[in-house]
């Protein structure tokens, strides 16, 4: 079935450093790939999202790739700031509706 | 605020109780969705709402569990004869739609329900 896999679940980076959060999908059909921030008792909130006719595609210090014969895409951020530190969700979706999370990354941005 | 609004925030009930959840979307979004996440998961699909028309109910969405649109506007979701299992954060999300596919989803900040 439909299914997202998110590595790693948890990721430590020196402030200024990089982080790197990858997934892979199931679905071959799936088009559409947004990343959600989540704060702690917050709601999920879109930084970026790329659709399939792309490759790559950067906003400031994200950036986000994707692989569609490897069927895997990866969100970049650069410069990490404390103020990114917070739970990351990859999704996928087929460009209908409904999209299929992967398990969350939680960042931490050591000061 | 502009944005999704569900209420309430917090729901604490005793098991066998029912609770209704209500949702409030982006007034122009047709598109409505309904999400569970629990502690350390992603958000997990429940069913989702093309303007009053409920299209797809996930499996995980039991005979317990029903949501409705009857305007096109608000949604409802409610779960009858709640179970320990049932604790978890109700997403509600919506989003532009039909003519327009792959449209970001805006969740509402949820509504945490806690089955004692």
């Known amino acids: 079935g439909e299914n997202v896999e998110q590595h790693p679940s948890t990721l430590s980076v020196q402030e200024g450093d990089s982080a790197v959060i990858k997934c892979t999908y199931s679905d071959s059909a799936s088009n559409y790939f947004p990343w959600y921030k989540q704060e702690l008792g917050k709601r999920p909130q879109l930084i970026i999202d790329i659709r399939s006719n792309v490759g790559e595609k950067k906003d400031q210090r994200i950036a986000v790739t994707l692989n569609k014969t490897a069927k895997h895409f990866s969100l970049h951020i650069t410069e990490t700031q404390p103020e990114d530190s917070a739970v990351y969700f990859c999704?996928?979706?087929?460009?209908?509706?409904?999209?299929?999370f992967g398990t969350g990354t939680r960042l931490k941005v050591l000061a | 605020d502009t944005g999704v609004s569900q209420d309430p925030r917090h729901k604490i009930t005793k098991r066998g109780q029912n609770v209704t959840f209500r949702c409030d979307p982006i007034s122009e979004h047709n598109r409505l969705y309904w999400y569970r996440q629990t502690l350390g998961q992603g958000p997990e699909f429940l069913t989702y709402?093309?303007?009053?028309?409920?299209?797809?109910k996930s499996r995980l969405l039991s005979d317990r569990f029903s949501a409705e649109r009857p305007k096109g506007s608000f949604s409802t979701l409610e779960i009858q004869r709640t179970e320990q299992g049932d604790s978890a954060m109700y997403l509600c999300?919506?989003?532009?739609?039909?003519?327009?596919?792959?449209?970001?989803?805006?969740f509402g900040q949820g509504t945490r329900l806690t089955v004692v």
């Open positions: 709402f093309q303007n009053e028309a409920q299209l797809e």
């Open positions: 999704a996928a979706s087929t460009g209908t509706y409904k999209y299929i």
């Open positions: 999300a919506s989003s532009l739609g039909p003519s327009r596919a792959n449209t970001e989803a805006f």
